[in-house]
């Protein structure tokens, strides 16, 4: 698909301590000469105290997520300053905006050519970067008025570089999406570094025979990654808050290379890249929830 005008290339017991000492039955006299003096026996350490060592600590990470008032559930991520959704925005998610909000495009219910049917729980699509700024800056406001969240958070798009880290990559060469996308890691998939991708590996290009669906399947359909992520490859293409090139004020950065089949595309370290009002029937967005993991 043209969309993306689309980058290049989870004691020992303790031992007791209970037991009584074992005394004489009967006391003896004491002699009537100067006793002498009596040095006490060696004794032998046989069981020094053990050395004392600080207890490991583990970073608080909350037992479950949080979960938001349209029941989009955040996890933090290690390594970024945020939480992210642990799947793409929703189509009913997106429909609880729209119809709180006169004048939203009404593209998303509209599959075109493609005839395939979207249910609640597939990602939207046919969103563009700037509706998905709109959202975003919408359930924000929503949110603070309700006292879910707090002031000072707020619901964004993910960084690119914040995407990099859910999706487990290392560092990166290259200071722009563009350079990053360009000197990427090409032999580092979602799943791994084989190829074709395994069975259940996520919702991939047909021809590929991974999974069972034609187009879009409900969010979280496939295992999550190290992070609880689901859905960081394939199903629809990311927006990100980043320009391509900072010389670009048109073209925002995708990742996660939606339902293709071309393996050059489905690399963690791919970017596309497509203008911020263009819409795509795989083209949709992820929130990250930032200052912490909710109320």
């Known amino acids: ?33 100067e006793p002498q003096k009596q040095v006490p026996p060696k004794v032998e350490a046989n069981n020094p105290e053990p050395p004392k060592t600080e207890p490991k600590t583990e970073a608080k990470i909350p037992a479950e997520p949080f979960t938001n008032t349209l029941g989009m559930k955040f996890v933090p991520v290690k390594g970024t300053e945020v939480a992210f959704c642990i799947w793409e925005t929703r189509v009913k998610d997106y429909a609880v905006y ?24 597939h ?11 709109a959202f975003c800056e919408w359930l924000t406001k929503k949110e603070l008025a309700e006292g879910k969240i707090k002031a000072g958070q ?18 990166e060469k290259g200071n722009t999406p563009e350079e990053k996308s360009d000197g990427g890691k ?40 190290k992070h609880g992520l689901h ?40 970017r596309g890249y497509f203008p911020a009002d263009g819409r795509g029937f795989i083209i949709g967005f992820r929130c990250v929830l930032v200052g912490g993991s909710g109320g």
């Open 1 to 33: 698909m043209a969309l993306v005008g689309c980058g290049k290339k989870t004691t020992p017991s303790e031992p007791e301590t209970n037991a009584e000492p074992k005394v004489a039955a009967e006391k003896p006299e004491p002699p009537k000469v």
């Open 98 to 121: 729209a119809a709180a909000n006169a004048g939203v495009d009404g593209s998303w219910k509209n599959f075109g050519f493609a005839g395939f049917k979207q249910a609640d729980t």
């Open 123 to 133: 990602p939207v699509v046919k969103v563009s970067w700037n509706d998905a700024q």
């Open 154 to 171: 707020k619901y964004r798009l993910s960084t690119d570089a914040e995407w990099s880290v859910a999706v487990g990559l290392g560092k």
């Open 186 to 225: 090409d032999d580092v998939y979602p799943w791994g570094k084989e190829w074709p991708p395994p069975k259940e590996a996520g919702n991939y290009g047909k021809s590929l025979e991974v999974d069972k669906f034609d187009y879009t399947a409900p969010v979280g359909s496939f295992a999550a990654n």
């Open 231 to 270: 859905d960081m490859g394939g199903n629809v293409w990311e927006w990100c808050e980043d320009k391509y090139s900072p010389t670009s004020s048109l073209y925002r950065v995708q990742r996660g290379a939606s339902l293709g089949e071309q393996n050059y595309y489905m690399l963690s370290s791919f």
